[in-house]
């Protein structure tokens, strides 16, 4: 699963905690707060036993690593710049972890303070993320960047409580985490959610909820995750661009490609 934030950033009113199911492409969990609360004092709430959570580094705290292991969760999640880390043991990497980037495979005690120490697995790893097709990532209004079809190159530091796992699955495993940017468009655009029709806490909850039912329909209709070529078909058909019957031949694409 991925735990991730959906922000109303230009007023700070509005915020979005998700529980994401990457592999069936699904919401399970969401919970909204105040623009300004600390996505790291909610998730403690959305975490379920014997589950694995993907998360982005902005959730990387100790009380954060306390909560999983008082909840019997794993986690994977990236590690942020600064917290004291001493090497317990260097582990080998195999021909396929060399392979997929893992640079070093390491179980580690992480942190100076011994009553917070938490011993962890922290895998490094170099990730080439595709070239990217749309505008410049800091420049909504502006032009094509020079470099927007080249690759990407990524340093990549992974800190998770799995000692099981193989380095290269994690590696992969945190890639699929980008799943979630596929729902946040379904969720802000194609379903409307980028405009609030209500400023009430039971109009928000309204709104957001029959979006979050919309999406489990659309999977349990099809019998899979959205595609992007659902997504954009339903995007323009509510922008009145497409007609119902090109949703339908989208869907059934959908079903027939089932796995």
């Not at 991730?4 to 950033?9: M, N, V």
Request: aromatic letters at 10%; one cysteine or more; a positive charge.
């Amino acid at each position: 699963m991925y735990v991730g934030p959906l922000t109303r950033a230009r007023k700070g009113a509005l915020k979005g905690h998700f529980v994401f199911d990457v592999l069936r492409g699904v919401p399970v969990d969401a919970a909204f707060t105040e623009g300004a609360t600390d996505e790291r004092h909610v998730l403690p709430k959305q975490l379920l036993a014997g589950a694995f959570y993907l998360l982005d580094r902005g959730y990387f705290s100790f009380s954060v690593l306390q909560a999983f292991r008082d909840a019997q969760a794993s986690f994977l999640m990236r590690l942020r710049e600064g917290p004291c880390v001493s090497v317990v043991e260097t582990r080998a990497r195999s021909e396929a972890a060399r392979g997929a980037g893992v640079v070093s495979d390491e179980i580690v005690d992480l942190g100076k303070d011994p009553a917070r120490r938490q011993r962890v697995r922290v895998v490094r790893a170099r990730h080439r993320a595709p070239a990217p097709r749309n505008l410049h990532p800091q420049r909504k209004r502006g032009k094509h960047a020079a470099y927007a079809h080249e690759p990407l190159d990524q340093e990549w530091v992974l800190v998770t409580d799995r000692f099981d796992l193989d380095a290269e699955l994690l590696v992969a495993l945190y890639a699929y985490r980008w799943q979630i940017e596929t729902f946040f468009r379904w969720f802000k655009n194609t379903l409307k959610c980028r405009h609030l029709l209500a400023e009430s806490e039971n109009g928000l909850a309204l709104q957001f909820y029959a979006a979050l039912i919309a999406t489990l329909l659309v999977v349990v209709h099809t019998g899979r995750k959205p595609t992007k070529g659902l997504l954009t078909t339903l995007h323009l058909y509510l922008m009145g661009w497409a007609e119902w019957r090109d949703v339908e031949e989208e869907l059934q694409r959908c079903k027939s490609a089932r796995p």
